[in-house]
């Protein structure tokens, strides 16, 4: 992504979904040390109290003209630096490449997206499917098509598409950091087909070669018993941004930003780390469960 996010005079690179939850953040600290209640602040940009919560935790898009008069609420009078906030607002407002998908996503999914593009580290547990960041597009049709890709509608073609673009995040410069762990059942579930698993699996054996990628595959003995479902953890390298669990369900998801949670989903991620087969161990598995499809 373009956006850029001023600290102290050095710069990182942020997308829009990270700048809105950056700002949001910003926006309570000054407020805050401006002793201005929510109450106060809704008043001034002619909104609700829970409009100022959405805002501040980065639910909501930003409004120059809001953000504006709370900037004056809050006493910040520098001309620099009320230009440089501004510029943020304009940038978050500035539409993903995701947007184009914004109709076969649900809003729930379109935050993912912008979060895992801001991501420096992605910390996944899948125990059915390949993780989406390392599916081939004959494995993501399968399942797309719960098993019928002939029959494949155009919603399922653009998911296809959307899931393969999300996978440009591993190519790009500076790429995040993917550490990857699957129950071993995974590697023997034939979504698909028997070509279409052979390709899946000649593919993680092609990602484990990059530097940036970690799998490891929890084995049939030591499965079921650290992890009780798929979630991923996203780290960020901006501190205003917490770390967030995503769990996906059928009809929604949890982002888990609690420090207590998190560390929680941390120590079950440590453990499957340790059931799991090491990284040189898991292309052994892979060659292994190749040879048997």
Known sequence: MDQRVPDGGATRPAGPTALRIIL?????????????SPAEASARIRGSKSKISRLELGRVGLKERDVDDLLTLYGVTDSNERRQFLEMVRQSNEPGWWYRFADLMPEWFQDYVGLEEAAIRILTCELQFVPGLMQTEHYARAIATSG???????????RVTLRMRRQKVLHRPSPPRLWAVIDESVLHRPLGGREVLIEQIDHLLELTTLPHVTLQVVPYALSGYAAEGAFTMLRFAEPELPDIVYIEHLTGAFYLDKREDVEQYGRVFDQL???????RETRQLLMKARASV
């Open 24 to 36: 949001g953040t910003q926006l309570r600290r000054l407020r805050e040390a401006a002793e201005i």
């Open 148 to 158: 019928h890709p002939d029959l494949a509608t155009e919603d399922a073609e653009w």
């Open 273 to 279: 780390t340790v059931d799991a087969a090491t990284p």
